[in-house]
């Protein structure tokens, strides 16, 4: 077959929506769709099943609902609709008051910036929202994402002089992570320590009863926004941890949910070929076996979705990446994603992926539309955004030249619908491709091994601490005195003089370097 002929047999195309998946140059063959047809048959029932209100994640005996969050008439019961619903009510409202002038610094003027303090699905929705679609936000919007104190003084110091103008949103559905907790003290140090009510400038975002509820309700902040047990963080963007930002920027929330029903509408179809997010799901299992052989290199040719690499890691990796299969099994399975953009990488990363290790799969996701507006000819009767696209297809034919696959999906512009369809069309690759393989996609359990390495990395730090008195102490004298390992205790002796608060002297090795206080 031709690759015209390919092409055209290999597109799934909405029209009427705006977007497009190309799968010509994945090279799949019909037999392996009738070879997947059984596992095809389980994930659409497994969909079916999450959608109505299932256990889809048995380990933590909870429903998964994200589904539900654009459109609320599927949630399986009322209490769960007025949960989808009201919070949608109550977003719009508190945002016109604020952008109307009606709620207000207590200083006076007008909301001006958004410090948004989370991390993980707390955090890299809203900014691959504002990235792709914040040019016009009505609030200028930063972000505390991590607990790194430079990182924080330097966005602090971005917002030093308008701090009176400034809503702080802190995010965490656990309402107990430790870096959005940091974030939220040292934040709120700088507000009281410059004379600014931080109560009256806070607002939080999640789970009822969390610490973070209790902090907020007994500090009085503005308002509380629920989140709930049946939204995971990494599908939260379509909850309150989305649309809050989102509507405070003057982003249209409804466009942003409707595109997202509307890619879950299509993506319900039994028929594979025009199932997109089946269809995604498939070319992924293709590509690696379904045992994630292969990366999934993500090159959006758009500034503005420069970030949709970021944030699909978390959604991608963090749901696939897994020791277990259903039944038990070891399979570690996974698919490791990376990316930034077109045609940037181009002067990049591409020659490896043109002529280097053959273990990836790229997608290109292009958007038709340069800008708004007149172009330049940048040369006789071409634009730059002429330019953008030559670039897309030379390096998808180039790739494909050395036998590298790749997917293309097309969209015309980017708008709040656009990425809602994005977004939910790999929201729901992802829920098919973890039933593909036989995996619970809605748990994380290796974050955690992770969080309590860190809690007794702390706990020997202030051994160590304690520990650090008189003169000229090795590593080892302190291990001994504290019962750790010498190791761990090298590590918080060189945290402590890198921090001021003692002194090192090098010997010929790190055990015979001397550390006092
Ligand atoms: O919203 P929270 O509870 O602060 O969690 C933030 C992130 O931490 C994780 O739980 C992983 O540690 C993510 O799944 C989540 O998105």
Known sequence: MSNWQTYNKSLTRYSDLGL???????????SFYTEMQPKVDRALKDMADLEAGAIANPDEGRMVGHYWLRNADLAPNDTIKAQVNEPIAAVKEFSDKVLSGKITPPTGGRFENLLLIGIGGSALGPQFVYHALGADSKLTTYFFDNTDPAG??????????????????????????????????????FFEANKVDFSKHAVAITGEGSKLFKYATSNNWLTIFPMEDWVGGRT???????????????????????????????????????NAAMQLALAWYHAGNGKGEKDMVILPYKDSLSLFSKYLQQLVMESLGKEHDLDGNVVNQGIAVYGNKGSTDQHAY??????????????????????????????????????????????????????????????????PFTLGLLIALYERAVSFYASLVNINAYHQPGVEAGKAAATSFLEILNQVRG????????ADDIAEATDNSPEDVYHALIHLAANNEATQSEGATPAEDTFEI
């Open 236 to 274: 939260s963007i379509m909850s309150t941890v989305g649309l809050v930002p989102a509507a405070l920027q003057g982003i249209d929330i409804d466009g942003f949910l409707a595109g997202a029903q509307q890619m879950d509408a299509r993506t319900r179809s039994t028929n594979v070929p025009d």
């Open 152 to 189: 924080i003084d330097t966005t602090l110091k971005q917002i030093a002089s308008s701090l009176n103008k400034t809503l702080v949103l802190v995010v965490s559905k656990s309402g107990g992570t430790a870096e959005t907790r940091n974030g939220m003290l040292e934040a709120q140090e």
């Open 350 to 415: 591409v020659q490896q992926l043109r002529d280097g290790v053959k273990n990836f799969f790229a997608t290109f996701v292009e958007v038709r539309k340069g800008r708004n507006g007149e172009s330049i000819e940048v040369d006789p009767g071409t634009t730059s955004a002429d330019y953008l696209q030559g670039f897309l297809r030379g390096t998808r034919s180039a790739l494909y030249e050395s036998d590298r696959n790749s997917i293309t999906i097309s969209i015309n512009e980017v708008t």
């Open 20 to 30: 497009s998946i190309d799968l010509s140059l994945m090279d799949i063959k019909n």
């Open 467 to 474: 520990a650090l008195t008189g003169w000229e102490k090795t």
